[in-house]
T-cell receptor, first 117, second 115 residues
Framework: NAGVTQTPKFQVLKTGQSMTLQCAQDMNHEYMSWYRQDPGMGLRLIHYSVGAGITDQGEVPNGYNVSRSTTEDFPLRLLSAAPSQTSVYFC????????????????FGPGTRLTVT | AQSVAQPEDQVNVAEGNPLTVKCTYSVSGNPYLFWYVQYPNRGLQFLLKYITGDNLVKGSYGFEAEFNKSQTSFHLKKPSALVSDSALYFCAACRATGTASKLTFGTGTRLQVTL
C-alpha cells in the first residue's frame, strides 16, 4: 500500500513550457485534490475531483488543467509555465471529501517542488 | 467565504513544557476542523479533527484540540512538548454541508521545541 504518490519530486521549467505533474493513490479514494504551498500563504486549493470524470475548480485554478479518467490517477497540467507558478505542489486524497455527518481526513503525497525560470 | 487564521508564525517552547498553537476560523454554519503537521520536505500528516460531539478532541502523538464555538477557535495543545514535535502545523476548516466540501488552510505555525 503506497498511499499517495507524486512524480517528479523536483522539476525546473522555463517560462512557456508545459508539463504534467502526476498523482496516484491506491486507497480507492473518491476525492482527490491539488494544492500549492507558498511561504506565508499556507496551502491553496487548485482543482479537485469527487470521482472519476468529475472535476471542479478550487481557489487558484488559472493556468492549470486537470482530468480524472480513473479513480487512481489525478494529473495536474501546467499549460504554459510562468514564474508565479514556482511552488511546492501537493496532491491529496480522501474517501468522500467532507459530507454531512461524516468527515474523512485527507492523505497527502510527498510533494513536487517546481521552479519556473 | 471561509477563512482560517493562525496568528503566530512561530511558537517556541522548552521540552517538557505545555504547548499551544492557536487557530481561529470563520465558517458559515457548523464547521469541520482539522490539524495537520508537516515535517521538513514531507507532505502533510493528519493529526486530529472535530466534527461533532465533545469539544475536546484527542489525536495522534499526544496532541489534543479544544473546539470553542463562541470564540470560533480550535487551538492545538499538548501537555508536555518533545523536541521531535518541532514541525510546521496547519489548521484547516470547512463548512459541514451535504456535498463534498473544500478545505481552507491557515498559513501555518512553526513549532520549535528546545532542550
Amino acid at each position: 500500500n503506497a498511499g499517495v504518490t507524486q512524480t517528479p519530486k523536483f522539476q525546473v521549467l522555463k517560462t512557456g513550457q508545459s508539463m504534467t505533474l502526476q498523482c496516484a493513490q491506491d486507497m480507492n479514494h473518491e476525492y482527490m485534490s491539488w494544492y500549492r504551498q507558498d511561504p506565508g500563504m499556507g496551502l491553496r486549493l487548485i482543482h479537485y475531483s469527487v470521482g472519476a470524470g468529475i472535476t471542479d475548480q478550487g481557489e487558484v485554478p488559472n493556468g492549470y488543467n486537470v482530468s480524472r479518467s480513473t479513480t487512481e490517477d489525478f494529473p495536474l497540467r501546467l499549460l504554459s509555465a510562468a514564474p508565479s507558478q514556482t511552488s511546492v505542489y501537493f496532491c491529496a486524497s480522501s474517501y468522500q471529501g467532507v459530507l454531512a455527518g461524516e468527515s474523512y481526513e485527507q492523505y497527502f503525497g510527498p510533494g513536487t517542488r517546481l521552479t519556473v525560470t | 467565504a471561509q477563512s482560517v487564521a493562525q496568528p503566530e508564525d512561530q511558537v517556541n517552547v522548552a521540552e517538557g513544557n505545555p504547548l499551544t498553537v492557536k487557530c481561529t476560523y470563520s465558517v458559515s454554519g457548523n464547521p469541520y476542523l482539522f490539524w495537520y503537521v508537516q515535517y521538513p520536505n514531507r507532505g502533510l500528516q493528519f493529526l486530529l479533527k472535530y466534527i461533532t460531539g465533545d469539544n475536546l478532541v484527542k489525536g495522534s502523538y499526544g496532541f489534543e484540540a479544544e473546539f470553542n464555538k463562541s470564540q470560533t477557535s480550535f487551538h492545538l495543545k499538548k501537555p508536555s512538548a518533545l523536541v521531535s514535535d518541532s514541525a510546521l502545523y496547519f489548521c484547516a476548516a470547512c463548512r459541514a454541508t451535504g456535498t463534498a466540501s473544500k478545505l481552507t488552510f491557515g498559513t501555518g505555525t512553526r513549532l520549535q521545541v528546545t532542550l
